[in-house]
T-cell receptor
C-alpha cells in the first residue's frame, strides 16, 4: 500500500534555531501534501496545503515566514520551522494524496515530535 | 460548534466488547475518514467512506450522508485496539474531530 515516510521522528532543538522536517511519498506521486500540527490532547489542525511546484496555501493564523514549506518534487515536501521557540513544541504530521487514486485518498506520515528548549 | 463532533470523548471497555464510536459533521463532504492514532503519535488511515459501509477485519465503518453521521464499530475488542480514533471530513482541507480515546482492558 501507499507509504509516506516522515523524518525525523523526534527532534530537540535550541530556541532560535531552525528545524527541517521531511515528508516523502515512497511508492506514489503526490501533487498535494498537507501539514498538520497537534498539541497535547488536542485534535490535528491543518497548517498548510503544499502543492508541487507552487507556493503553499497556509491556514489562517499560521505564519508563512515561520513555517516554510517547500514541495519541489512529486515525492517530497519539507516543513522548516524557523527561529523556533518553545511554544512551537508540538507534534507535526504530514499526509499525502495519491494523484493516481490507486491507493486510499490520504496517507499519513508517522509524525515528528518537536521539542524546543 | 465544531464542524466535526465525535462521541464519546473517552471510552473504556473490557476485552471482547463491541465498541461504537460516533461522528457527526455539519459541512458538506466528499469523503469521511476514520483514523487511528497510537500513543507514539503515528496515524493510520482505517477507512475512507463516501457512502454505505466498509469492513476490514474486526472494524466496520458506516456513513449516512443524509443524516451527516458516521459510526466506527470494533467487534471483539482487544487491548491492542487501544488508541485514539479520529474522524475527519473533507477533501483537500480535511477537518478533524477531537478524537475518541479508547482503552480496552484485558
Amino acid at each position: 500500500g501507499a507509504v509516506v515516510s516522515q523524518h525525523p521522528s523526534r527532534v530537540i532543538c535550541k530556541s532560535g534555531t531552525s528545524v527541517k522536517i521531511e515528508c516523502r511519498s515512497l511508492d506514489f506521486q503526490a501533487t498535494t501534501m498537507f501539514w498538520y500540527r497537534q498539541f497535547p490532547k488536542q485534535s490535528l489542525m491543518l497548517m498548510a496545503t503544499s502543492n508541487e511546484g507552487s507556493k503553499a496555501t497556509y491556514e489562517q493564523g499560521v505564519e508563512k515566514d515561520k513555517f516554510l514549506i517547500n514541495h519541489a518534487s512529486l515525492t517530497l515536501s519539507t516543513l522548516t520551522v524557523t527561529s523556533a521557540h518553545p511554544e512551537d513544541s508540538s507534534f507535526y504530521i504530514c499526509s499525502a494524496r495519491d494523484i493516481s487514486r490507486q491507493h486510499p485518498g490520504y496517507t499519513f506520515g508517522s509524525g515528528t515530535r518537536l521539542t524546543v528548549v | 460548534k465544531n464542524e466535526v463532533e465525535q462521541s464519546p470523548q473517552n471510552l473504556t471497555a473490557q476485552e471482547g466488547e463491541f465498541i461504537t464510536i460516533n461522528c457527526s459533521y455539519s459541512v458538506g463532504i466528499s469523503a469521511l475518514h476514520w483514523l487511528q492514532q497510537h500513543p507514539g503519535g503515528g496515524i493510520v488511515s482505517l477507512f475512507m467512506l463516501s457512502s454505505g459501509k466498509k469492513k476490514h477485519g474486526r472494524l466496520i465503518a458506516t456513513i449516512n450522508i443524509q443524516e451527516k453521521h458516521s459510526s466506527l464499530h470494533i467487534t471483539a475488542s482487544h487491548p491492542r485496539d487501544s488508541a485514539v480514533y479520529i474522524c475527519a471530513v473533507g477533501g483537500n482541507d480535511m477537518r478533524f474531530g477531537a478524537g475518541t480515546r479508547l482503552t480496552v482492558k484485558p
